[in-house]
């Protein structure tokens, strides 16, 4: 049997839709704070651990494809990448910041449960979560912003990363990144840094390998699913976000073959930046609202997997009026994207 007809290379029609599951996984994975905020110990809700795993994999399949594109063209420049994420990246985060900063200041004021209290945080703290240590837990006034942070600078840093990464053979970096993935680290750098790096070896080979047998993806989704329900531990937890991840990949790439599916993803595109900014806030209000209502575990269950999809909608009626009514500003704030 010849394995090689179980392998392809992601096009760019799969990357875009790989982007466009990973936004919904990362919206699903913040309406898991529900349970958070309603006290209700995780092994409780052991059934949706499955749903959570395939929601945290949104941020790796991000990073693993911003090192694939970094590198993908072969015609890398170091000044020009950092001047264009200036525009795209740096200039979304400020501005981006200084407003949820604004609501939280003034959120506080009228509902403190509901925000940080700022007068916990000292100038160090401002100085070390904006512009300083890099993966580091920011305040939650930050919503998802810690990933446009740690991707600047992991831009910043490919001025090493990517001659390294270049003379580096395979067999020796992708089980090295595998061991970082593994290790006993904060998640934050697992979900960043061996997946951008293992982006960036990718992109040099200018292809992504992406399963295309349907009983191995089928298997990847039921494994991935199924570990974290079945065994409790960090263990169990990092592979079947790997194996999800994996599975993203793979699943975009089997549906963009579809010519329908494709012309749906190039329209729905343009919005993954703009609610992967704009969502958080709609959504832990939400949540903290349904936590104080004291609602039962199994209306929290369909909440947690209801709520996604009415913030997304929420997000696009925001996103179309607002590009809408003050088109400039709505670039300036999306880095220059529309």
């Known amino acids: 049997m010849d394995s090689s007809k179980n392998f392809t290379s992601l096009s760019s029609d799969g990357a875009t839709l790989a982007k466009i599951i990973a936004t919904f996984s990362v919206v699903l994975t913040h309406s898991y704070k529900l349970f958070k905020y309603m006290e209700v110990d995780n092994s409780t809700v052991f059934y949706l651990r499955g749903f959570h795993a395939f929601a945290s994999c949104g941020v790796p399949v991000f990073f693993l494809l911003s090192g694939y594109f970094l590198t993908f063209k072969g015609n890398w420049d170091y000044k020009k990448n950092i001047k264009k ?181 190039k329209k729905a595109i343009p919005f993954s930046f703009p609610i992967y900014l704009l969502h958080e806030y709609p959504m832990t209000t939400t949540m903290r609202l349904l936590a104080m209502k004291h609602i039962s575990v199994p209306l929290a269950t369909a909440a947690f997997l209801i709520v996604p999809f009415l913030i997304i909608a929420l997000c696009v009626i925001v996103i179309l009026v607002w590009k809408r009514l003050l088109p400039k500003t709505f670039s300036v704030f999306t880095g220059g994207r529309y």
């Open 85 to 265: 994420k200036v525009k795209s990246l740096v200039i979304p985060y400020l501005l981006f910041t200084a407003l949820y900063a604004i609501i939280s200041c003034v959120g506080a004021l009228a509902l403190p449960s509901f925000f940080d209290n700022f007068k916990e945080f000292t100038a160090n703290d401002w100085i070390m979560h904006l512009f300083g240590i890099p993966f580091v837990i920011a305040p939650s006034f930050y919503g998802p912003l810690w990933f446009v942070r740690e991707l600047l600078v992991l831009n910043i840093a490919s001025v090493i990363l990517v001659p390294v990464v270049k003379k580096i053979p395979g067999y020796i970096l992708l089980p090295a990144m595998a061991v970082v993935y593994f290790l006993p680290i904060p998640q934050i750098i697992r979900y960043s840094i061996p997946f951008f790096i293992v982006g960036m070896y990718f992109g040099f080979k200018k292809s992504i390998p992406v399963i295309t047998n349907r009983f191995y993806v089928v298997g990847l989704f039921v494994v991935g699913f199924a570990v974290p329900i079945i065994f409790e531990g960090e263990l169990a937890w990092k592979i079947s976000v790997l194996l999800m991840a994996i599975f993203i990949i793979t699943i975009s790439e089997m549906l963009a073959v579809e010519n329908n599916i494709r012309k749906i993803a």
